[in-house]
T-cell receptor, first 112, second 111 residues
Framework: GESVGLHLPTLSVQEGDNSIINCAYS??????FIWYKQESGKGPQFIID?????DKRQGQRVTVLLNKTVKHLSLQIAATQPGDSAVYFC???????????FGGGTRLMVKP | DADVTQTPRNRITKTGKRIMLECSQT?????MYWYRQDPGLGLRLIYY???????NKGEISDGYSVSRQAQAKFSLSLESAIPNQTALYFC??????????FGPGTRLTVL
């Protein structure tokens, strides 16, 4: 089985409920933030991104909120589905050149 | 078809062996990256390249080397593998205006 995520914080939600995954980032100079989803046995998959001149961005069933004052990023998933079960990583870009610094990840488990 | 591919997907080797992991991308990106992922941790950058023949060290480059002979290919080598290099390895590609796209990963076990 997948060894990634053995000691990750876990969020367990009921199917159909909304999920909120949080991330604290470290560098106040970061100007670009990304959420990735990693399913078992697969590489990280881009979900949504946001630039520092915004505080909210919406996609399909997902919303990212950015609070630069407290250096906090969150991912909201509406009507969570079993297919949303995965490990979610936030990443920040503290400088130019697409360089990313990744957070430790949160495992989302969706109960049917 | 996958845009970023990695070979092999799984590899078991012995301490001291030289190992090469291959990465190819069909997105036409000029930038490529190699990351390592350990249980309970996020991805850590090993090396990155912004163009052919351009090589830059990342956070954890010791014990690794890379080669970028063509825009679409970026290979990672472990000169003399050791057990604490057992991990998942991911390749990614990006353009200057786009985010990073990841390959499916290579699970490497060093005995």
């Amino acid at each position: 089985g997948e060894s990634v995520g053995l000691h990750l914080p876990t969020l367990s939600v009921q199917e159909g409920d909304n999920s909120i995954i949080n991330c604290a980032y470290s560098n106040s100079a970061s100007d670009y933030f990304i959420w990735y989803k990693q399913e078992s046995g697969k590489g990280p998959q881009f979900i949504i991104d946001i630039r520092s001149n915004m505080d909210k961005r919406q996609g399909q069933r997902v919303t990212v909120l950015l609070n630069k004052t407290v250096k906090h990023l969150s991912l909201q998933i509406a009507a969570t589905q079993p297919g949303d079960s995965a490990v979610y990583f936030c990443a920040e870009n503290p400088n130019a050149g697409n360089m990313l610094t990744f957070g430790g990840g949160t495992r989302l488990m969706v109960k049917p | 078809d996958a845009d970023v591919t990695q070979t092999p997907r799984n590899r078991i080797t012995k301490t001291g062996k030289r190992i090469m992991l291959e990465c190819s991308q069909t997105k036409g990106h000029d930038r490529m990256y190699w990351y390592r992922q350990d249980p309970g941790l996020g991805l850590r950058l090993i090396y990155y390249s912004f163009d052919v023949k351009d090589i830059n060290k990342g956070e954890i480059s010791d014990g690794y080397s890379v080669s970028r002979q063509a825009q679409a290919k970026f290979s990672l080598s472990l000169e003399s593998a050791i057990p604490n290099q057992t991990a998942l390895y991911f390749c990614a590609s990006a353009s200057s205006t786009d985010t990073q796209y990841f390959g499916p990963g290579t699970r490497l076990t060093v005995l």
